[in-house]
């Protein structure tokens, strides 16, 4: 389906839809995160796994990811029609697999209007220093 809004209305939406899907992450809102995540979603996480949709629900489900604070220091949004692209540099703490996270990191995450509403279609995280 494709966009109608402006390039600053997609981003203004966009932005909301980020801000949806990382409180969604801290508080473990599993139906938001399904709502959010386009169902052939892939994601590459910091230790080069891939996961697709049903893998990333489970790893929260389970608690394998756990998020206790995520704050945005840096986001970029660039509109391309129908396809938005959020790059965002993050401080996480929680923990992954049962190893410690605290620290900074790089997100790029793509969103695509998926009928008529904008999913989360790709993302990748990356540990990054300093």
């Known amino acids: ?54 893998m990333d629900l489970e790893a929260y489900r389970s608690g394998m990811i756990k998020i206790a604070k995520i704050k945005v220091s840096k986001r970029e949004i660039r509109v391309f029609e129908s396809i938005v692209i959020v790059s965002a540099s993050l401080f996480i703490k929680g923990s992954y697999s049962n190893i410690l996270v605290n620290g900074k990191y790089q997100w790029l995450r793509v969103w695509g209007k998926v009928r008529e509403d904008w999913k989360v279609i790709s993302a990748s995280c990356t540990s990054i220093s300093g």
Do not use: C, W
């Open 1 to 54: 389906m494709p966009n109608t809004l402006s390039d600053q209305e997609t981003i203004l939406l966009i932005a909301d839809l980020e801000e949806k899907l990382l409180d969604g992450f801290k508080r473990t809102d599993l139906n938001t995160l399904d709502l959010l995540f386009a169902d052939g979603m892939l994601f590459h996480d910091q230790y080069g796994n891939v996961l697709d949709k049903d």
